[in-house]
């Protein structure tokens, strides 16, 4: 279901055919080499040819429409008129990325000047001349209010096809996005006016399905666990973490039946991500299950169902972002700084993103949650040292838009509180990047994933129409 589906064609200008021998064939030959690199990429490439007629740009463009296309790649093969682009583009109404690619860095001039007949090199150059057409395409799509973006360079450029690849995997986020089944599980954390979100506004944003859950359908799954899938569980919950010794078997045993019952949830509704928080009169029965939730959220997020405690729906949005861009999104708020080092501390006591630890991660006890009811099981992990990304999504006056900082990771003491803890640096400093950050009015969670991805984001902002403010 969450394959891309991208169109390509090439535009060229039927005149030449006839003029220049073999010219065409070249031209598809360059369009072919780029279809099979994008489809090497993971994306289903609906490749309709080469477009040299306003005539034949009505026919593809019914044809890419049936093809219910994410996006598409216009290819300057050479020369061509916008009245033969402008009919398909208009139908097709999705994001349309202008490929500018020549085939070779520049051409031989020396070769070129030698071939002694100016028919021959009329048609070699036109083989070259992929920018000519460019500022006519922009004007026109100017004009007529069409979106678009350019990528530029040749076809051997490594950065050509790194941009490629980061479009398609942002046109794969950003329908993953569409498709997000998002549960929201108990209430908000009162008097954090931060966290608290339009709901609406979000699956506006994204196309994300909210599905409202109740605590008691989490109940009857919980009280129909077996002794077996509780055996199981504890089992699951040994091979991911290390599970040290001052975890008690009846602490263990009441987060695998709440892991369990999670799972039967998340099934049942076809969730892919979920935010929740719960408190009520204290010794309430939904406390055993609220208090014990930790462990099994963090095995969904790990497996590609990402949980924000606090019922943070804008974070578990960002989550979502990060894990469908495969690098993790752990949940995160900032904890302290340290100026000495110039560093961050972000973490939390609630659900981590395992698949992203540096080391082992431990489940360990906490005597208390602070700002919470109850006490029971968390987990204990630091983010993997090195490059990272920090995304929050942003509701702010009169907008949702993303909110992004790449940063690194670094070694050094942590905080050993069982909750995640990790030290982060970033290139403007500490004290600039937590005045800048905040500035732009996030919630005080985010979601932080492993690697360098600021321009990944930035085109899936493009492609679902948020505005993306990047820090550093």
């Given at each position: ?15 030449y055919w006839p003029q220049f ?334 698949a992203i630890a540096e080391g ?113």
């Open positions: 279901m969450n394959t891309t589906k991208v169109g390509l064609f090439g535009i060229g200008l039927d005149t021998e073999g010219l065409l064939e070249r031209l598809q030959g360059y369009q072919k080499q780029i279809a099979e690199r994008i489809q090497g990429f993971g994306a289903e490439v609906v490749n309709v040819g080469l477009v040299d007629s306003p005539e034949t740009a009505r026919e593809v463009a019914t044809s890419l429409k049936k093809e219910d296309i994410d996006m598409l790649f216009l290819y300057v093969s050479t020369y061509a008129l916008s009245s033969t682009v402008l009919p398909a583009v208009q139908k097709l109404k999705c994001p349309i990325i202008i490929l500018n690619i020549q085939p070779v860095a520049a051409i031989d001039y020396e070769s070129f000047n030698a071939l002694g007949d100016r028919g021959k090199m009329t048609g070699e150059w036109l083989a070259h001349c992929q920018a000519c057409s460019v500022p006519e395409l922009a004007n026109v799509f100017n004009r007529s209010g069409i979106d678009y973006q350019f990528v530029t360079g040749y076809l051997d450029e490594p950065v050509v096809w790194e941009e490629l690849q980061d479009w398609i995997e942002a046109a794969h986020v950003a329908k993953v996005m569409r498709n997000n089944r998002l549960g929201v599980l108990g209430h908000y954390y009162g008097g954090m006016l931060d966290v608290y979100s339009d709901l609406t506004k979000q699956s506006a944003a994204f196309g994300t399905h909210i599905e409202i859950l109740e605590m008691c359908e989490v109940k009857k799954y919980r009280d129909a666990v077996t002794d077996k899938e509780v055996e199981e569980k504890i089992k699951e919950f040994k091979n991911t973490f290390v599970v040290v010794d001052a975890c008690e078997q009846k602490e263990l045993v009441r987060a695998a039946k709440t892991s369990i019952a999670l799972d039967k949830l998340v099934a049942h509704h076809e969730l892919s991500s979920m935010a929740y928080y719960y408190e009520g009169e204290s010794g309430n029965e939904y406390e055993d299950i609220v208090t014990s939730v930790i462990a099994g959220n963090t095995l969904l997020t790990g497996k590609n169902v990402p949980v924000a405690g606090e019922y943070e729906v804008k974070n578990a949005q960002a989550m979502k972002i990060m894990d469908a861009f495969g690098v993790g999104g752990s949940f995160s708020e900032f904890y302290a700084m340290d100026f000495n080092d110039d560093i961050v501390m972000l973490g939390h006591d609630g659900p981590a993103h395992f082992n991660v431990q489940l360990v006890p906490l005597p208390v949650y602070h700002g919470k009811p109850g006490k029971g099981l968390s987990i204990q992990m630091t983010v993997k040292h090195g490059q990272v990304t920090l995304l929050s999504v942003v509701e702010g006056k009169d907008e949702v838009f993303l909110l992004v900082a790449e940063g690194e990771s670094v070694e050094g003491p942590v905080l050993h509180i069982g909750n995640t803890n990790s030290r982060y640096r970033f290139s403007i400093g500490a004290r600039a990047f937590m005045n800048e950050w905040s500035k732009q009015g996030p919630s005080h969670h985010c979601a932080i994933g492993v690697g360098h991805i600021a321009n990944k984001i930035d085109k899936l902002g493009n492609l679902l129409n948020l505005r993306v403010v990047r820090i550093c």
